[in-house]
């Protein structure tokens, strides 16, 4: 590997850090693609165990010293480039003081097509329009710890591959499959004709409790997860075969959603 010193934020080698925010870096390389940068050396290891292919990294020069964070460029191609600068230079970058010493930068992974990843599922999660990136993420590690298979998006939701919510995730966004459903589709009959029944998290009344045998007995389920200011589209829950809700106590009538998806995910996908 090249290993680069620099003093200048603003140096233009490093400008996939400094230049672009994450929308811009999503269309990078497009119509082929885009950038992602994770951030902590547990993420960046996640990210290159499967598979990410790392354009450059960006390094607090003490950080790059340590053991986790040379043990990073282990297998990396010869063409990749490893900056390094000081601390004071690094924290121009806003956000830095957070990545432990290390940022990435990696090409996009294509994603995979719904039907295929529905087609190797039995418990899958549906974020819908689940938008800010810190439940992603923490939806994200409890579907890698609890049974989820895969986890679907609806296209407002945040990008899992956004630094926050990667880094929220520990890294659990490269481990667990994901894709977005097609933009505007009926995602509830793609699950219906993939042999889903859908069961969505709603405070109605015909809503069932979260422990309801019949929930836990289906061979392929698939859970929606809504929005945090309004919760899952009228639409969707009509075309769901279940509602269900979490019990509970002291007049306390819902939680956060990623705390809900954790409980849920224990209680539907745990083998």
């Not at 090409?107 to 529905?118: K, N, Q, S, T, V």
């Not at 009509?238 to 849920?264: R, W």
Request: glycine share 4%; charged share 25%.
């Amino acid at each position: 590997m090249e290993v680069i010193t620099i003093n200048d934020i603003n140096d233009e080698r490093v400008e996939l850090f400094t230049k672009y925010n994450e929308a811009q870096l999503y269309h990078y390389f497009e119509p082929n693609g885009g950038v992602f940068i994770a951030e902590t050396p547990e993420v960046i290891k996640r990210a290159l165990n499967r598979g990410a292919e790392p354009l450059a990294f960006l390094v607090e020069e003490k950080a790059f010293e340590t053991e986790v964070v040379r043990q990073l460029f282990e297998n990396i191609d010869e063409s990749v480039k490893v900056f390094i600068a000081p601390l004071n230079v690094i924290n121009n970058i806003t956000g830095f003081n957070l990545t432990r010493g290390v940022l990435a930068a990696c090409r996009r992974p294509l994603l995979p097509e719904p039907a295929d990843l529905l087609a190797q599922s039995k418990r899958v999660a549906i974020l819908e329009d689940v938008m800010n990136p810190t439940n992603v993420g923490a939806i994200f590690r409890s579907a890698a710890a609890l049974g989820v298979e895969a986890v679907f998006l609806t296209h407002p939701s945040a990008d899992p591959f956004y630094r926050r919510a990667a880094r929220v995730s520990m890294g659990t966004v490269f481990q667990v499959p994901w894709t977005y459903f097609v933009k505007d589709s009926d995602y509830i009959e793609t699950l219906h004709q993939a042999g889903f029944k859908v069961v969505s998290m709603a405070l109605k009344e015909n809503a069932i409790p979260l422990s309801a045998p019949e929930l836990k007995e289906q061979e392929k389920l698939a859970i929606v997860f809504g929005t945090e200011s309004t919760g899952i589209k009228d639409d969707t829950i009509a075309k769901s075969d279940y509602v269900t809700i979490i019990p509970m106590y002291n007049e306390v009538d819902s939680l956060n959603v990623a705390a809900a998806s954790a409980v849920t995910f224990w209680e539907l996908c745990s083998k």
